[in-house]
């Protein structure tokens, strides 16, 4: 590493080598970029190594690939293999159709599996009857005492199935290296290469596998799933101009983009995102650097790239470095229905059906989960780390309303009941803070006393009822401008209410989306209160500060930002409509769903290596565990240093995409702590710190001792043990405020001052760290005599704590006469969870018995109909009662349910809409087929009311096996009146094991059309979890890749699904191991069988 020190790794870091820049490997037209994790603060460092290539772990082969020779082994034992990167083609009719890539980043012998004991030899011949070409690069170190960028080295090995004369860039790589070139059927290796010859093995490869114009594509038929993410590494954008004509009836467009680049390195193409979208004609001007005047190409040649999701345009020469370019598109595409780009949603206005256009250049919620969906609009770089500045020119019918991310400057009439609207350039944002919607709306506005005007659109039936939210955004948006201490120099902020909206809101710069009513407080049943309004607007109004002013860099950081975005957000929330509720429910729904992510054998930061993970996973908190941490930060930091380290962040970084360690940065310099360390440890270990707690007495002043241990969810053992910095809150009977310890060691010990026997001591105060406490026996009996004199959260933590099911079912035992409606829902959950694991053991009916009795006084505290005040907690405590009850089967809610549900079929009486849900499903679970009949009778007489797939979800609930298969004819007869309803078909389907069966089996048998029909959407993505969610534990032995014609069919879907699945076998497992205990106590306490 010219110019610089070597640079030692710190011990157990997933990197061991840096780089002065990122080395490129070019597969067919695919970058896979490598860059070090700990890299010297002279270099640019990435939290993770920036991944821009699609994880294939769908393939049989790839599965063997993993550990193809000794080698791999040898080098990851000796914890010197950085990473390894493969491009894989089958032949026709193999189980890898297309061009494939891999990359798996090695840093202990745990990634190695004892049974892939594969040699070079052995593995070509076995290969080279099903694979046409396989590209294989490793990186290792040559030196372990001083790892600098000399003393990286790269393997290459190459197997290519062709019968006549090796391809000619293969041939270059071989005088390149000074290595043969390799037989067919056989793989052995080009050879170690320092990194000057991977440079020009580099530059062979970028050069020579380009498919020529001849072989143009169509796009794929085949549902979405988005290919490599493409890095502009040759180009840098600058401006792009895009105009599009949009015609909503006929749900297609006509565009125009006029894109300003300069190249950063020589080429001889352009390469751009696009999807779904056809290219009519490009030109090209270009005007190298130091000359005057510039060169036009017209009619250039265009091709598309692997899977058709990205185009190439050939340019007639190379093109020097330096060399400004203006790139002009005319194109043309359609309006889906899927989410993507530019989307339709129908919708009912005054009787008269009516499309609203809206763009999707994200995906799912909000800006800070990006899947690159501006490709399905424009052509465009719609990576995280590249920006530019966007002008949008939209054409479109004059009854329609266009709002954008930035003010309309001009609208002019141009004929034939059309308009045309220009807005205002914008700064340097990435695509996915862009924003563009299309509808028939009217608005309320607001001008804040700086100026700068709000609004808040909606339909014109219902855009008044905003009135009271707009006043609120303004008043926010103050606020954070205050917090940030940095103004964004918006002229305007627009609200707009989208009806049959699928998301809570997505968050653009300048622009908000949220469905109908969803900022409206309302005093109804089910309405939303004003503070959680308040919550919802605080959050998504950060998010233009920490989501479009500075963006994550990387896939696996947005649950960070996300996290932090709700941090601040709440804190904001707290000032307005303070709320001790507010801690209960991120006890509750937060931290107990972090810590079950959290203890699996993986870290995030490996799980989220793209944005298909990003989809699977969101399903779980994944911000929960940094979203406490900074909490504690706050808190061992004091809040105003901690909001000048994001004060410093922000301005430091505006209008850029950068790491998240760099607030880390500022915090640490601001400190003196080294917090860097310390957050990057708790997001990049696996499993979570359990702190064993004992008090020693032989000192004269009392000694807290202190082990932490790591704990791992399924029980697994063979991983390293690490050491968390754990910031440690706790308190004791005479301690008057929380106090802190960090802990950075093993072992530790904290002398307690005021402190007698018989005095109780609490750790983890307040349930805002990530970890779980194990007391020892004097410290715990002393603990639960003192249970109802801490608060709601600390009362949660310690039920959390419970290691065994018997000390479980004592601490509820002694909870009987809780009133906090977190606990309560914290006690329903784990009944629900506790009688799924042991529905199969001896003792089952005397659980149902005890949670029956315990849980039914609670649930008549609430009663069937909510009182007022209304409670955000009380609504879920009485929901997850009910369902406790109703899945116990308690005679009293199934008999009250029946009561409802025939006054409601005879005599219209309307049921609770809360409960609605739970009584449908409790008398289809103890009913009979009569009972289904009548629930899809219902169905078809209420077609067009929302929550008409009530009655299809209640009917998944019972467990005759004849109206499973019923309801999956009707389904398959075309009744259901939205497609989205086969969601709720399989919502409660798995609770039985009836049911359970049914689904599991049905979905793998009709995968291929369930995944045309209703791939790559949000509720196909619901309907996967819900069919393959198991609470019984019998599912680890199954072969799921049985039933599906190929193992690629599953991806992204089934994969991660079933780790997961397995997982929670393994622990039902466990607990169902403890079934003798507990069916011991339960009889001690009078709940013998019979």
């Not at 694979?131 to 005492?145: A, E, F, P, S």
């Not at 505290?861 to 409670?871: L, N």
């Not at 169905?939 to 929302?946: C, G, L, Q, T």
């Given at each position: 590493m010219a110019g610089q020190e070597a640079y030692e790794p710190e011990e157990g870091s997933n990197a061991i080598a840096c780089f002065t820049s990122d080395v490129f490997l070019w597969f067919t037209n695919q970058v896979v970029c490598f860059r070090g994790l700990c890299a010297p603060e002279a270099i640019e460092p990435a939290k993770f190594f920036n991944l821009p290539c699609k994880i294939c772990t769908c393939s049989n082969i790839v599965s063997r690939l993993k550990a193809y020779s000794e080698v791999v082994k040898d080098l990851s034992q000796q914890g010197r293999l950085i990473a390894s990167a493969m491009s894989v083609k089958g032949v026709k009719r193999s189980d890898i159709p297309f061009e494939r890539y891999m990359m798996e980043v090695f840093g202990s012998s745990s990634s190695i599996r004892d049974r892939y004991r594969l040699h070079s030899d052995a593995l070509g011949a076995d290969l080279g009857s099903i694979?046409?070409?396989?590209?294989?690069?490793?990186?290792?170190?040559?030196?372990?005492?001083s790892i600098s960028h000399s003393a990286v080295t790269f393997d290459v090995m190459v197997l290519v199935k062709d019968s006549g004369q090796p391809p000619s860039v293969l041939q270059k790589c071989s005088r390149v290296t000074n290595f043969p070139f390799v037989s067919p059927s056989v793989i052995e290796p080009f050879g170690t290469l320092a990194l000057d010859r991977l440079k020009a093995i580099m530059d062979v490869l970028k050069d020579g596998e380009r498919r020529p114009p001849a072989t143009r594509r169509e796009p794929l038929k085949c549902p979405k799933v988005h290919a490599v993410p493409i890095a502009?590494?040759?180009?840098?954008?600058?401006?792009?101009?895009?105009?599009?004509?949009?015609?909503?009836s006929l749900y297609a467009f006509l565009g125009k983009a006029v894109i300003s680049f300069k190249f950063v390195s020589a080429a001889k193409f352009i390469r751009l995102n696009s999807d779904d979208i056809r290219v009519r004609r490009a030109s090209i001007t270009l005007e190298p650097p130091g000359r005057l005047g510039c060169t036009k190409k017209s009619n250039l040649p265009t091709t598309f790239g692997e899977g058709s999701r990205n185009i190439v345009i050939d340019l007639p020469e190379s093109v020097q470095v330096g060399t400004s370019g203006k790139l002009t598109l005319w194109f043309t595409g359609k309006i889906n229905d899927r989410g993507e780009g530019l989307h339709r949603i129908l919708y009912n206005c005054q009787g008269q059906e009516k499309i609203a256009i809206v763009s999707n250049f994200n995906t799912l919620t909000d800006l800070l989960i990006q899947k690159g969906y501006a490709r399905f609009a424009f052509p465009c770089w719609d990576e995280l780390t590249f920006r530019s500045t966007y002008e949008f020119i939209v054409d479109i019918p004059e009854n329609y309303t266009v709002i954008s991310s930035m003010k309309a400057v001009n609208v002019v009439p141009i004929g034939n009941g059309f308009k045309s609207v220009q807005f205002a350039h914008t700064p340097k944002l990435p695509t996915c803070a862009l924003g563009l919607i299309a509808m028939e709306a009217n608005y309320v506005e607001r001008v804040s006393p700086g100026g700068m005007t709000f609004r808040f659109y909606g339909m014109p039936s219902s855009y008044k009822r905003n009135t009271a939210a707009l006043d609120i955004i303004v008043k926010v948006y103050g606020m954070l401008e205050e917090y940030f201490a940095y103004r964004i120099g918006l002229e305007k902020l627009d609200y707009v209410s989208v009806p049959d909206f699928n998301e809570c809101a997505s968050e653009f710069y300048g622009l908000i989306l949220a469905c109908e009513n969803y900022l409206v407080a309302e005093n109804s049943e089910d309405g939303r209160t004003e503070r959680e309004v308040y919550v919802s607007i605080a959050h998504e109004l950060t998010r233009l500060w920490l989501g479009a002013v500075v963006s994550p860099q990387s896939w696996n950081e947005f649950f960070i930002h996300d996290a932090l975005c709700t941090y601040i957000g709440d804190k904001l929330a707290n000032i307005h409509c303070p709320s001790r509720e507010f801690e209960v429910f991120t006890a509750l729904c937060d931290t107990n769903k972090g810590l079950i992510m959290d203890a699996s054998r993986h870290t995030k930061i490996e799980t989220i290596r793209n944005p298909i993970d990003i989809d699977i996973y969101r399903t779980v908190n994944l911000f929960a565990k940094p979203y406490h941490m900074l909490v504690l930060l706050e808190r061992f930091l004091g809040d105003e240093l901690f909001r000048n380290a994001i004060r410093s962040f922000i301005y430091e970084y505006a209008y850029k995409s950068i790491s998240l360690s760099q607030i880390w940065r500022w915090m640490t310099s601001l400190s003196g702590y080294d917090v860097e360390s310390i957050v990057s440890a708790w997001l990049s270990k696996p499993g979570f710190p359990l702190l064993c707690a004992e008090i020693d007495w032989s000192k004269p002043t009392a000694v807290l001792r202190l082990k932490q241990t790591r704990f791992i969810e399924d029980g697994t053992n063979g991983?390293?043990?690490?050491?968390?910095?754990?910031?440690?809150?706790?308190?004791?009977k005479n301690a008057k405020a929380p106090l802190f310890h960090l802990m950075t060691k093993q072992e530790d010990e904290i002398v307690l001052s005021n402190f007698n026997r018989g005095d109780w001591l609490k750790l983890n105060w307040d349930f805002k760290g990530f970890y779980r406490v194990s007391y020892g026996i004097e410290l715990r009996r002393v603990l639960f005599k003192s249970l109802q004199c801490f608060g709601d959260t600390n009362r949660m933590s310690v039920i959390a704590d419970a290691t065994k099911v018997v000390a479980y079912l004592e601490l509820l035992e002694a909870f009987a006469e809780e009133t906090c409606p977190g606990m309560l829902s914290?006690?329903?959950?784990?009944?629900?969870?506790?009688?799924?694991t042991f529905q199969f053991a001896p003792m089952y009916k005397r659980l149902r018995r005890f949670f029956r009795k315990l849980l039914y006084p609670m649930f008549h505290?609430?009663?069937?109909?909510?009182?007022?005040?209304?409670?955000y907690l009380e609504k879920i405590a009485r929901f997850s009662l009910l369902s406790a009850l109703v899945e116990c089967g308690d005679e009293i809610v199934v008999q009250f349910s029946r009561e409802m549900f025939d006054a409601f079929v005879k005599y219209q009486v309307p049921i609770i809409s809360q409960l609605r849900p739970l009584v449908l499903c409790a008398v289809c679970r103890y009913g009979d087929e009569a009972d289904a009949d009548t629930m899809l009778r219902?169905?078809?007489?209420?077609?067009?009311?929302?929550?008409?797939?009530?009655?299809?979800a209640a009917i998944g609930y019972t467990p005759i096996l004849s109206v499973l298969e019923n309801l999956l004819k009707f389904y398959e007869g075309g009744n259901l009146t939205s497609k989205s309803h086969i969601a709720s078909i399989f919502e409660y389907m798995p609770r039985t094991v009836v049911g359970h069966k049914f689904a599991w089996c049905y979905v793998?048998?009709?995968?291929?059309?369930?995944?045309?029909?209703?791939?790559?959407?949000?509720y196909f993505d619901k309907l996967v979890r819900q069919a393959l969610t198991n609470v019984h534990g019998e599912m680890i032995d199954w072969d799921f890749d049985d039933g599906f014609s190929s193992p690629d069919d599953v991806e992204p879907y089934l994969r991660a699904r079933l780790r997961s699945i397995q997982v929670r076998s393994r622990i039902n497992t466990q607990v169902l191991a403890q079934h003798v205990e507990v069916g011991q106590w339960l009889q001690s306490r009078g709940f013998k069988g019979h």
């Open positions: 694979l046409q070409r396989l590209i294989i690069v490793l990186g290792h170190v040559c030196d372990k005492n502009p590494t040759t180009w840098e954008p600058i401006h792009s101009s895009i105009k599009l004509a949009i015609f909503p991983l390293k043990e690490f050491c968390w910095a754990i910031i440690v809150m706790y308190s004791h914290l006690m329903a959950t784990s009944a629900v969870e506790l009688m799924g505290t609430y009663g069937w109909k909510p009182k007022e005040p209304r409670s219902l169905y078809k007489e209420n077609a067009e009311e929302p929550n008409s797939s009530e009655y299809l793998k048998t009709h995968w291929k059309e369930l995944i045309q029909t209703h791939g790559n959407t949000l």
